[in-house]
């Protein structure tokens, strides 16, 4: 017996409308919870599941600067750039870039957490990260369905 593969069509008909999911990230520990949104952005979570399809879902991340880090992260996580010229590192530790720019430390947890394919651009503009709560009214629109927070 041989494995049934959808075809592009077939997995569009049964999954026309992407649901929105809303996570919120206070006290969550940001790997879990990059693991977690890359799942549903990819869409192992669904039965139709296609790995060369992007059969996945919206999720909205709201109050992201209050993700948690564990052990001494918090001390020794390093961001670095490089321009590509002599000279052009750049490294930002964790702990100056979460107060400003936590949107980004989340966001470069869950592309990490992608596959390196060309679904995944089209994955990772599913993804909208917010700082506080008052964004969500954006949304109000799409009846984006509450995600429990996991025990972590």
Same mark, same amino acid.
């Given at each position: 017996?041989?494995?049934?593969?959808?075809?592009?069509? !077939?997995?569009?008909? @049964? %999954?026309?409308? $992407?649901?929105?999911?809303? *996570?919120?990230? &206070?006290?969550?520990?940001?790997?879990?919870?990059?693991?977690?949104?890359?799942?549903?952005?990819?869409?192992?979570?669904?039965?139709?599941?296609?790995?060369?399809?992007?059969?996945?879902?919206?999720?909205?991340?709201?109050?992201? !600067?209050?993700?948690? @880090? %564990?052990?001494? $992260?918090?001390?020794?996580? *390093?961001?670095? &750039?490089?321009?590509?010229?002599?000279?052009?590192?750049?490294?930002?530790?964790?702990?100056?870039?979460?107060?400003?720019?936590?949107?980004?430390?989340?966001?470069?947890?869950?592309?990490?957490?992608?596959?390196?394919?060309?679904?995944?651009?089209?994955?990772?503009?599913?993804?909208?990260?917010?700082?506080?709560?008052?964004?969500?009214?954006?949304?109000?629109?799409?009846?984006?369905?509450?995600?429990?927070?996991?025990?972590?």
């Amino acid at each position: 017996m041989r494995t049934y593969i959808p075809r592009g069509r !077939d997995v569009e008909e @049964l %999954t026309a409308g $992407k649901d929105w999911f809303v *996570i919120d990230a &206070t006290n969550q520990v940001l790997g879990r919870l990059a693991a977690r949104v890359a799942s549903i952005l990819i869409g192992k979570d669904k039965p139709r599941y296609t790995p060369h399809l992007d059969c996945g879902d919206h999720v909205v991340v709201v109050n992201a !600067d209050k993700v948690r @880090l %564990t052990g001494n $992260k918090i001390d020794q996580k *390093i961001y670095r &750039t490089h321009s590509g010229y002599p000279g052009g590192l750049k490294e930002v530790p964790i702990k100056r870039l979460m107060p400003q720019r936590a949107d980004f430390v989340i966001r470069e947890a869950v592309l990490g957490m992608l596959p390196k394919n060309k679904l995944r651009a089209r994955r990772a503009k599913k993804l909208r990260i917010y700082i506080g709560e008052e964004q969500l009214a954006r949304h109000a629109g799409q009846t984006p369905q509450k995600l429990e927070n996991k025990k972590s």
